[in-house]
Nanobody, 118 residues
Framework: VQLQASGGGLVQAGGSLRLSCAAS????????MGWFRQAPGKGREFVAD????????YYADSVKGRFTISGDNAKDTVYLQMNSLKPEDTAFYYC????????????WGQGTQVTVSS
């Protein structure tokens, strides 16, 4: 499974961005997709996750109410709509895929940079 993230950029605080993660290859074996981020000098942080059937979503407390994860099975693509962005959301955002119900990820994509200016 190959994952390609896109949609990052520079935005002012309070603004919005939508990230996309397109999956290709043997995607039929995946159970769900997640987004992670890593800011300079910090560890990788879980952001959100969705099962491919859309029945379950998970969010980090730091993004609840501001970020929304969604998926398009027909396009094998997962989106992360990010609203009310804050400077502390600045990070490199990665997408990942898992093949089980557990939030343990098996495939990782290249990320996209999100920078929020104050």
């Amino acid at each position: 499974v190959q994952l390609q993230a896109s949609g990052g950029g520079l935005v002012q605080a309070g603004g919005s961005l939508r990230l996309s993660c397109a999956a290709s290859g043997r995607t039929f074996g995946t159970f769900g997709m997640g987004w992670f981020r890593q800011a300079p000098g910090k560890g990788r942080e879980f952001v959100a996750d969705i099962t491919w059937n859309g029945e379950k979503t998970y969010y980090a407390d730091s993004v609840k109410g501001r970020f929304t994860i969604s998926g398009d099975n027909a396009k094998d693509t997962v989106y992360l709509q990010m609203n009310s962005l804050k400077p502390e959301d600045t990070a490199f955002y990665y997408c990942a895929a898992r093949i089980t119900e557990a939030l343990v990820y098996d495939y990782w994509g290249q990320g996209t940079q999100v920078t929020v200016s104050s």
